[in-house]
């Protein structure tokens, strides 16, 4: 390949990834706020308090498809009892499994009115969202819709990792709201999408064959998972170049460092880092 060719070939593989490194820094960071602060009738009960479906309010208490970072928690305080966060996962078989926790907060101390508190919490597309409250506490709003339905399950607050049968009740939504960012321990840089190099055996959606070495945009984990891009090896990146399936230049050498999309050196980097020497 001619220098000419090279430095063309380095313009598309970088623009390409420029445009996925922008997307995924888009959806990095987006904010949305599930459940919601409705209050009025109390706890009759210590125990575990989730909306499984609603039919009274266009608020949902799901988490979105993806992975998220739930940031912060809302209750509307009657300024009595007590709450913490729980988050719960559909186990199977009726089961749920609780994901997240935050502290119990002592709402009489903090007066009547909505509260808002500080967490971080991962939490994945399907997650429900709920509380603990202590007897007394404002647990929802009582709707006498049979369609807003909520498990419950009493006791202690329990702990990250318990899996539980609950009751399930209705006509009442919950009192919790929680705003989430997208993300999960993620970066802008990251992306579910990824440069790869296409081994002999490749091959284009038609059954013709890749040539051996072609720069190819995948989803993550593709080259496992389908059978067309077996054995296809994620893309270098070259200082200066960016991510490309060309043999490193002369007086490159391989840092052993794996870095993002955005050249960010990452624990969950896809790419070996080339230097010059």
């Given at each position: 390949?001619?220098?000419?060719s090279?430095?063309?070939?380095?313009?598309?593989?970088?623009?390409?990834?420029?445009?996925?490194?922008?997307?995924?820094?888009?959806?990095?960071?987006?904010?949305?706020?599930?459940?919601?602060?409705v209050?009025?009738?109390?706890?009759a009960?210590?125990?575990?308090?989730?909306?499984?479906?609603?039919?009274?309010?266009?608020?949902?208490?799901?988490?979105?498809?993806?992975?998220?970072?739930?940031?912060?928690?809302?209750?509307?305080?009657?300024?009595?009892?007590s709450m913490?966060?729980?988050?719960?996962?559909?186990?199977?078989?009726?089961?749920?499994?609780?994901?997240?926790?935050?502290?119990?907060?002592?709402?009489?101390?903090?007066g009547?009115?909505?509260?808002?508190?500080?967490?971080?919490?991962?939490?994945?597309?399907?997650?429900?969202?709920?509380?603990?409250?202590?007897?007394?506490?404002?647990?929802?709003?009582?709707?006498?819709?049979?369609?807003?339905?909520?498990?419950?399950?009493?006791?202690?607050?329990?702990?990250?990792?318990?899996?539980f049968?609950?009751?399930?009740?209705?006509t009442?939504?919950?009192?919790?709201?929680?705003?989430?960012?997208?993300?999960?321990?993620?970066?802008?840089?990251?992306?579910?999408?990824?440069?790869?190099?296409?081994?002999?055996?490749?091959?284009?959606?038609?059954?013709?064959?890749?040539?051996?070495?072609?720069?190819?945009?995948l989803?993550?984990?593709?080259?496992?998972?389908?059978?067309?891009?077996?054995?296809?090896?994620?893309?270098?990146?070259?200082?200066?170049?960016?991510?490309t399936?060309?043999?490193?230049?002369?007086?490159?050498?391989?840092?052993?460092?794996?870095?993002?999309s955005?050249?960010?050196?990452?624990?969950?980097?896809?790419?070996?880092?080339?230097?010059?020497?």
């Amino acid at each position: 390949m001619d220098a000419m060719s090279r430095a063309r070939r380095y313009v598309i593989v970088v623009a390409v990834v420029a445009a996925a490194t922008a997307a995924a820094a888009t959806a990095f960071g987006q904010t949305v706020t599930i459940g919601q602060p409705v209050g009025g009738a109390t706890c009759a009960l210590a125990g575990v308090f989730f909306q499984t479906s609603v039919a009274s309010t266009s608020a949902s208490f799901v988490v979105p498809a993806g992975q998220w970072t739930l940031t912060s928690w809302s209750t509307d305080s009657n300024g009595a009892g007590s709450m913490g966060l729980v988050v719960v996962r559909a186990n199977g078989g009726g089961t749920y499994k609780v994901v997240g926790t935050s502290p119990v907060e002592d709402l009489s101390a903090l007066g009547a009115g909505v509260k808002t508190f500080s967490t971080s919490i991962s939490v994945q597309g399907g997650d429900l969202l709920g509380f603990w409250g202590q007897f007394g506490t404002n647990c929802g709003f009582s709707t006498g819709n049979a369609g807003d339905e909520f498990g419950l399950l009493g006791g202690s607050h329990p702990s990250t990792g318990t899996v539980f049968t609950p009751s399930v009740l209705s006509t009442a939504t919950m009192d919790i709201s929680a705003t989430l960012t997208r993300g999960s321990g993620s970066s802008p840089g990251n992306s579910s999408r990824g440069g790869y190099c296409s081994v002999a055996g490749d091959t284009w959606a038609d059954g013709s064959a890749i040539p051996a070495g072609t720069f190819l945009n995948l989803d993550i984990g593709q080259a496992s998972s389908d059978a067309r891009f077996k054995g296809a090896t994620p893309a270098a990146y070259f200082q200066g170049a960016g991510i490309t399936c060309d043999n490193p230049p002369t007086g490159y050498m391989d840092t052993g460092t794996k870095v993002n999309s955005g050249g960010v050196v990452s624990v969950d980097g896809l790419y070996e880092y080339w230097s010059k020497s």
